[in-house]
């Protein structure tokens, strides 16, 4: 009569092995999600806060030539563009910001320079300013494309007229 025997050469053994590397894949599967999830959520913080006032870096190279707008700035503003609330209020005011322009002349950053006293009126300046402007961007001694910062980015919004 022969008798079966569970050891580490029978099916049980094999099985133990295949079902510890079976585990220790999805653990590595786990770790690289955790990893990929804390990327994308860090991503999508730089996303939400784009364009949101804040300090630029102040120890960037000095440029040849400094950052220069492609085009109108006033086209990067439309009468709807207006914040609602302020409308309400009828607040007014200049926003003067400055901008810190990547390598390939997109706004990255703002900075409120000089506030229009209603921090609705600066934050929708910095976020329209960032999303919608385009520049030349600075320039090294070389030539080479460097970050850089455009100083001053007024505007002025006031209440539309009816006509």
């Known amino acids: 009569m022969a008798v079966l025997q569970a050891g580490g050469t029978g099916i049980w053994g094999a099985g133990i092995g295949l079902r510890n590397i079976v585990l220790a894949a999805i653990g590595a599967l786990a770790a690289l999600a ?3 999830f804390a990327m994308l959520a860090e991503r999508a913080n730089d ?5 949101e006032p804040r300090r630029l870096p102040r120890d960037l190279p000095a440029a040849a030539t400094p950052p220069r707008p492609i085009g109108n700035p006033a086209r990067f503003f439309d009468p709807d563009d207006y914040p609602v609330e302020a409308l ?18 997109q706004p990255t950053a703002c900075e409120v320079v000089e506030s229009s006293g209603h921090s609705i009126l600066d934050r ?8 919608h402007a385009r520049f030349t961007p600075a320039r090294d001694r070389q030539g080479r494309a460097i970050i850089g910062v455009y100083r001053t980015f007024n505007v002025r919004w006031q209440m539309p007229t009816d006509t």
């Open 124 to 131: 929708t300046t910095c976020r329209l300013a960032v999303q």
């Open 34 to 36: 955790l990893v990929l």
């Open 47 to 51: 996303w939400r806060t784009r364009g």
């Open 88 to 105: 309400r209020q009828n607040w007014e005011g200049l926003s003067r910001v400055a901008l810190l322009v990547d390598e390939e002349g």
